[in-house]
């Protein structure tokens, strides 16, 4: 039996993006940090800080310009091939002229599974984000909040070892949000997947996390590490809790002044 | 949880087709042809304007069934079709190749676009003389004349389309490992679609125009050719015949280009 995944391993991650023009921005800089399996991760930080693009390198869609990205498996902490990954995106990105099953089953044709298969495992996959009944419907038929379960979904069918979400409910209203984020609390604990999550939200890094990577105004470093230490299965009572509130105390604390200097560049 | 779930999840599936309401004002343009007609007839024939001159609708009727049944325009219009609609297939198809060639590949653009810029403003009509001397005056120099014509709109729209593929699906099929043919197969030539349509409906207007227009300078056979032998020996009533199946041909067309729009298109149909 080949070693469990264990971690990913990042080290002295820098990344510069190079425009046409010749100007270049330093999006990253020196991020050093381990996201350990079966655990869910949330990296919060200003906006434009590079949280986006540190994802996009370790999900392996962009090469960082220095620095590397290691998959760690076994108690030796071997480094192997990446495993099974998939990305929930903010924008949702579901191809609008598939419908909500081809949507969700995209991923599976494209690795050349047959259509009954693959199929009936999407509509398990949208069964388990209650959206049973809409399977021949279009993305722009449906609400945001059911959009991004459709996103969810297409990420789950995959059966990934790492999941991705990129700002996953921050194009949605209070009340959705508020509702997947329970859904995908719950379902986060029942699979013990490992997650990393970025947000702008600190309720929504602390209420999914395990962990919490705070980052610092571009470029992007690691100004600290919280462990967040409440007990799982969470409800949202969990919000109510003295330990939430010193967290997000302590996360807002570090943020304030980068948030302030991430405001103030963009004047 | 289900208290929020039942507020946001479970609205009931709405249905996929709704009724379509009948536009109420959708016989005004059938009345007001109709009225056109009639006093039409009426004017011709109280005015007595001659036949020579202006023949009367109801003349025009019987001498494109005339001509139909005895002077086989059968064979012409059929000859017809097939030259619009090989030099359409022909050009679109070239267009959509090397549009999605142009559009993905930063280097092919930038040696091909100078040869685009120069030959895509040339009146293709203008290339008459040259394409005779080439091809001669059969079937393969006017379906390579439309072809020509068909090719820039398709590939010019194909290029735009191309580039306008949102890269935050890319990203996603490339997250769901999809490989550089996939993504062009699944998610960049589908995201052309809408432009693509929008040259094709251009490009099928122009095949028409350029068959027709040569036919009657070059052709023997052919909707153009009889428009301008039927001109030469002044029956008006077989010109005015061949221009009513002309602008039948081009409605039933439009139509079906509408129809076939509406397919690809369902999706965008909320
Ligand atoms: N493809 C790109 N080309 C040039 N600059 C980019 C690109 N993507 C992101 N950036 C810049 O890099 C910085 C970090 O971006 P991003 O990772 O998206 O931030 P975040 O997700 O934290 O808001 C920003 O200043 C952004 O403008
Ligand atoms: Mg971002």
New binding site residues.
Partial sequence: MPAPFAAIAVTRLS?T???RSGAT?L??SDVSFEFPAGRVTSIV????????????ILRGLLAASEGEVRFLYGAERQPGPPPRMATVWQSFNLLPWRSVLDNVAFGLELGGMGRAEREARAQDAIRAVELGGFEKHFPGQLSGGMRQRVGLARGLVMQPEILFL??PFGALDAQTRLYLQEQLSALVERSGRTVVL?T?SIEEAIFLGDLVMV?TA?P?RVAATLEVGLPRPRGLDAQKTPRFGQLFEEIYGLLRDEVRKAMLERI | MSEIASREAVAPPVPRRRPRRRDETWFYGPAAMLIFLLAWEAGVAISGIPELFLPRPSAIVVSLVTLFATKGLAYDTALTLWRIFGGFLLGSMIGIFLGVLMGTSRRIFATTDIFVAAIYPVPKISLVPLLVIWLGTGDLFLIVLAALGCLFPVLVNTITGVKQCDPGLILAARDLGASRAQILRHVVIPAAVPAIFAGLRLALGISIILIVAAEMQTARYGLGAKLHLAGQILETGDVFAILLLLSLIGIVLTKVQSIADRFVGRWRAT
């Fill in positions: 990344h993006f190079e425009s921005t999006a990253l930080g200003p906006s434009g800080c590079g949280k986006s693009t540190l994802l996009l990129d700002e970025v702008h980052m571009r992007g």
